[in-house]
């Protein structure tokens, strides 16, 4: 079964620092990739997705994430976090020609010390 | 712009009572989904629709059912709630498979 893996449950940064959030996929075939926002008490907002082509994508907010396929990874790079960046982040994954079971990470919840 | 509207924002009932999540969309999506978020868990996939009359069941469909009468309506109905429900309801919707879902803002829910 497919699954996605965020392997930080919670991460601290100072503001001005670099980001990398990480996530792993589980699927053996290219997957859609997807990384998702939470602020608190809010829905999920798209930040980028990955369908096929480049391997760095570029998003919203001044977000990037890079597709690694021989990791399975596909994580998410910020290079000066401000402090509004403090959320939840998702990232999630549809397997390429399964359908749309859109399969999303536990999250990791960002905060950011001034 | 409204985009996928969810109701009510909040709700508490009691053990065994009933109630359905509503959910709207203006974007004529074929694609909805109904996701429940609990903490550390991430989402997970109670029920989608690929269409008006069309419902499948997700990875935890348990206790729920829906029904798509229209592209723009998908209820979430609970027919006996437990405290195990207690949890944030999302609704989303996506023009086609393989695509972004856009999301509702949620419906916390708690059953005591």
């Known amino acids: 079964a497919q699954s996605v893996t965020q392997p930080d449950i919670h991460i601290t940064v100072s503001e001005g620092a670099s980001l990398e959030l990480r996530c792993n996929y589980s699927y053996g075939a290219t997957p859609y990739l997807f990384w998702y926002v939470q602020s608190p008490g809010q829905g999920l907002q798209l930040l980028l997705k990955y369908f096929s082509g480049d391997t760095l994508v570029q998003g919203i907010k001044g977000f990037e994430a890079e597709f690694k396929r021989s990791q399975s990874s596909f994580n998410l790079r910020k290079p000066s976090v401000h402090w509004s960046d403090a959320a939840e982040y998702f990232c999630?994954?549809?397997?390429?020609?399964?359908?749309?079971?859109?399969?999303f990470g536990g999250g990791t919840r960002l905060m950011v010390k001034p | 712009n409204a985009g996928v509207t969810q109701t009510p924002k909040f709700r508490i009932l009691k053990i065994g009572q009933s109630m359905t999540l509503q959910c709207t969309q203006d974007m004529n999506h074929n694609y909805m989904y109904w996701y429940r978020q609990d903490p550390g868990m991430g989402l997970k996939l109670i029920y989608y629709?690929?269409?008006?009359?069309?419902?499948d069941k997700g990875e935890v469909p348990n206790g729920y059912n829906v029904s798509r009468s229209t592209t723009e309506d998908f209820p979430l109905r609970l027919e006996l709630a437990a405290p195990s429900q207690t949890s944030v309801y999302f609704c989303a919707s996506s023009p086609r498979d393989n695509t972004e879902a856009f999301f509702g803002q949620g419906t916390r829910l708690t059953v005591v």
């Open positions: 999630a994954e549809v397997p390429y020609n399964a359908g749309n079971m859109l399969t």
């Open positions: 629709s690929v269409g008006a009359g069309i419902t």
